[in-house]
């Protein structure tokens, strides 16, 4: 008996007919064999669209974290002082927590009055954007200061992330300016930001200040009373005497933070001569350190002879 195997090929499967052959017969079988796997066409796939691929998945999720996490709160205070002429008033602008989301760049955008403010730069010192690359454009006809910072570390931690500088162009104690962001991005927009706006007016609103002597205590006492005092942080306490010009600081008193309600303070100098004549200076200063419009009163011997003079002169004309 012999065996013998005939293959034929067709374009979907092999055929294979299988001979059995002994003296008296002949039987043949036809039978059907699957192809090979390694037959199968092997799809072209490059390294590059490989690459595009896990990059695209990449940044997914690094956008969907940054989008997930909490935004970022700009803010410029509300209620912020500053004396009529004033130059150099320094306006924070404060973050929340940038801990972890590795911001490099920032770019702001604040309006204001011009009728009332001029920018003239930023200042970064002390502030978690010092050491930073600073770009500034004042554009003072549109009233708007547009602010670039770029750092080779990526900012840490909350606080006031830069001061942007002011000077003040009124007289008028009712003169007010919104300050308002238009734009504020980090990481060209990458991290997702928020925004809440400022204001600053002019300034603390002294009713009245005065002098007077306690001959019982051998002291000097000073009374104010104030109807505003938006962000006020409290008063510094000066004397000089009538005919020097030195002022030296005496003290400091603690606001009572009433925006537009009347405060009464007190000051004792338990330091003064009694037969001196001094003047007294109080000045504002908000939350910021910005010095507001003093205020000053004179009391003394001196003081009463030389009002008894411009009396006298007044009455000869």
């Known amino acids: 008996m012999t065996f013998g195997i005939d293959e034929k090929e067709s374009t979907t499967m092999k ?8 003296s008296g017969w002949r039987r043949e079988t036809k039978t059907r064999l699957p192809d090979s796997p390694l037959s199968s066409p092997v799809p072209d796939v490059s390294l590059w669209n490989l690459f595009v691929a896990g990059f695209s998945v990449l940044l997914f999720f690094a956008l969907l974290y940054s989008y997930a996490a909490e935004p970022v ?33 920032v770019h702001l955008m604040v309006t204001y009055d011009t009728e009332v403010l001029t920018a003239t730069g930023i200042d970064t010192t002390d502030a978690l954007g010092q050491g930073s690359i600073a770009e500034v454009n004042i554009e003072d006809n549109l009233g708007r200061i ?36 238009a734009q504020a991005r980090m990481n060209e927009g990458e991290v997702n930001t928020l925004t809440s706006n400022g204001d600053i007016a002019l300034p603390v609103t002294f009713v009245q200040f005065i002098a007077r002597t306690d001959t019982d205590a051998q002291v000097i006492i000073l009374e104010w009373q104030t109807t505003s005092e938006p962000n006020n942080l409290g008063f510094t306490v000066y004397r000089s005497e009538i005919q020097g010009d030195a002022y030296e600081k005496l003290g400091w008193v603690p606001s009572k933070e009433g925006h537009n309600a009347f405060q009464d303070y007190r000051f004792v100098d338990d330091t003064a001569r009694l037969d001196g004549s001094y003047r007294y200076m109080l000045v504002p200063i908000d939350l910021v350190g910005n010095q507001g419009q003093p205020a000053t009163v004179s009391i003394g011997q001196m003081v009463q002879v030389m009002k008894r003079v411009m009396w006298a002169s007044f009455r000869r004309n």
């Open 73 to 105: 709160m700009f803010a410029i205070p509300p209620d912020l002082a500053a004396s009529p002429g004033a130059t150099d008033v320094k306006v924070p602008v404060n973050i929340t927590d940038v801990t972890g989301l590795n911001v490099i760049s």
């Open 146 to 181: 547009e602010i670039g910072l770029i750092t080779a570390t990526p900012l840490s931690g909350n606080g006031t992330l830069l001061y942007i500088v002011f000077d003040v162009d009124t007289d008028d104690p009712q003169a007010r300016s919104d300050l308002n962001f």
């Open 15 to 22: 055929y294979y007919h299988v001979r059995r052959e002994t």
